[in-house]
């Protein structure tokens, strides 16, 4: 008891959390957060054109464009979730963040990348009914179907996200250093005081892995096979089609899966010997690179929209 008593007083005294990757960068910090700051920027300026572009233009009032909307909107909101707080520790000297503030970076950081793997699912559904069942487009991707579900997946992402989050709330912690530039839950997880191996297994295996990975991927691959068996027997202009509405959306998922890649090996291996910045940017490219790739990569790509920037 008088153990236990002890660890309770020592956790009690911890009211922050040491991201610990920042290191010292010398006079290069107000050249970092520079960068930083115009990606920043680039990727608010980038997506609300868009959005506001998608918004103001009728002929862009279709289940597709919005879909990309959420999708621009969650970019938004996942770059907001770390690059703010990247632009504090660049120029901090302690590299502290208090528990409610690392608390309310993990429910970001997670629901953003939820959302993003969740979005390009729906995505690739669209894409699969237009191309395979281009008679029956109207009847099934509706509008208002499209409204529900956009709706549905962010309320179920808040909702679970949080659930598993309220278990981290509850512990006590004994340490303090996380060795990376933002929280996770996993990380967060291992400096708790009592045992937490079934709590952490839930975080990564099930949540992580299987619903928020494995399970997009799954139906996405299974969308992609059927477009391809389709197109395969198809005429050019329809091949043609498919791989003009298709490309951006299959860039955009191999950018994010190869992010979740990294971030799931560097956890398992010792990356050390990748340079110190090279593994900064990429730790963070699902919130650097991935919010900027979005926009450039449909408003180029889509006829549609691109006209429609020139005529803005």
Known sequence: MFADDIIMENSSEIVSFVLSMYGDIGHLKYLYFLLTMILYVSVILANTALIVIIYVKPNLHEPMYLFLCSLFVNDIYGSTALLPCLMVQILSETHDISLLFCFVQIFNIQTYASLEFQILAIMSYDRYVCICKPLHYNSIITTRRVQVVILVIWIVSFVEIGILLSFTIRLTFCGTVIDKVCCLNHLVLELSC???????YVNDVVFALIFGVTAPLVFISFTYVKILSVCLKA???TKTKAFDTC??????IMSFVFACFYNIISQKFDMTFIPLELRVILLTYAFLIQPML??????LKLSKIRQAFKRF
């Open 194 to 200: 009592s045992p937490t191996n079934i709590l952490s």
């Open 235 to 237: 005429s050019k202009e």
């Open 247 to 252: 490309t951006p959306h299959l860039v955009s």
């Open 294 to 299: 979005n926009p450039i990569i449909y408003g």
